[in-house]
């Protein structure tokens, strides 16, 4: 049974096909918003950034959203497998009352980053070859300052109705803040994509820690993060509203540069709203050009109906085991240990890449 999918770009394949699978060749590193799935790549990611992509050091972009953004701060620590580890240690370790608040949510959100980043600081910030880079969502219009969560929830509402029209109506409501390292000139980045507006902030080791939370802030489910260092005056949440899967404009890096996307599945979905929408998807819109000389890497559906309940871990395994945290913490643990084989098969495949494997992003 094969573990991994692989799906390319036309320019990643035929890089592939040139050149194999090189660590060198890597410039970019995307990870994904999706709360507890990225626990499956703990194993994954602690072989790409302990060794294999050490291995051949050169300046390379990490860029996430939400736990996509914890993962990245792992991978830029001094100690990336011990970080990861302790990610994951923590993340499968949260425990709720019945039904907690949003205060509560908010302090053992605080916590788990300060146990996370704590002392951490300055390594990630100033790794000598990653550029780490997060995103998080800056309130407009209705939702610039709501003062009660009815007109929080009155906003969101108005932006699921928005979004269904059109992807770039939210515009009036939401824009992009990319916190990232001052180093990292990022031009595939900073020139105009979409219809968003976009902020570049500078990463410090002062603001880390906040602009980690708000990357992963929930609407309705946390408070807003209400501003940190550097930022524009406002309220924060979730990168992965506007930037679910990541759908970036990578076809703009250089030539022989790829993009390594370990993600949950082969679908990109370009914001958390239009998770609903079939037809909002990367590889179907104008966004598929930007997915030329990306390397899609996903746990196949044999390996996932073999994990607990027969999926991966996500946010809905917080009510569906209620009070019962240890069986929460056990499953997901085991499902990070079934999740070595992803390692595994990814190595082999980088040794000995078949292209048999790799099929297009479609």
């Not at 060794?51 to 860029?63: G, N």
């Not at 993340?91 to 300060?114: F, M, N, W």
């Not at 990630?124 to 997060?134: D, E, F, T």
């Not at 946010?315 to 499902?335: S, V």
């Amino acid at each position: 049974m094969n573990v991994l999918n692989f799906h390319a770009g036309p320019r990643a394949l035929a890089h592939l096909r040139q050149h194999g699978l090189r660590a060198r060749d890597v410039a970019v590193v995307p990870a994904a918003a999706g709360g507890p799935k990225g626990l499956v790549f703990q194993a994954l990611d602690q072989w790409l950034f302990g060794s294999w992509l050490p291995a051949a050091p050169r300046e390379r972009t990490l860029i996430g959203a939400s736990i996509g953004a914890w993962r990245m701060a792992a991978a830029c620590q001094g100690d990336p497998a011990a970080a990861f580890k302790r990610l994951g240690d923590l993340y499968c370790g949260q425990r709720y009352t019945a039904k907690p608040s949003t205060h509560e949510i908010d302090q053992v959100c605080r916590k788990l980053l300060a146990d996370f980043v704590t002392g951490h600081e300055e390594d990630i910030v100033a790794h000598p070859q990653y550029r780490m880079h997060l995103l998080t969502n800056r309130g407009r219009g209705a939702l610039a300052a709501p003062a009660r969560r009815s007109a929080e929830m009155r906003g969101f509402a108005a932006a699921a109705l928005r979004n269904l029209a059109a992807r770039e109506r939210l515009a009036p409501l939401l824009e992009r803040v990319v916190v990232g390292d001052a180093r990292d000139a990022n031009d595939w980045l900073r020139e105009p994509w979409d219809g968003f507006t976009t902020h570049f902030v500078k990463l410090t080791p002062r603001n880390l820690p906040e602009a980690l939370l708000a990357s992963g802030t929930l609407p309705l489910i946390m408070p807003a993060v209400r501003g940190f260092d550097h930022a524009p005056p406002g309220h924060y949440w979730d990168g992965g509203i506007l930037d679910y899967h990541l759908a970036l404009p990578y076809a703009r890096l250089g030539e022989g540069e790829l993009v390594l996307y370990p993600h949950f599945t082969p679908a990109i979905v370009p914001g958390w709203l239009d998770k609903a929408l079939p037809w909002r998807r990367a590889h179907k819109g104008r966004e598929r050009a930007w997915l030329d000389n990306v390397l899609l890497v996903t746990p196949s559906r044999e390996f996932v109906r073999a994990l607990p309940r027969g999926k991966l871990p996500d946010r809905k395994d917080f009510q569906h085991y209620g009070l019962d945290h240890d069986a929460r913490i056990r499953h997901w643990q085991q499902a990070i240990s079934q999740a070595q084989a992803l390692r595994d098969d990814f190595a082999e495949f980088a040794a000995r890449p078949d292209l048999a494997r790799v099929l297009p992003i479609a």
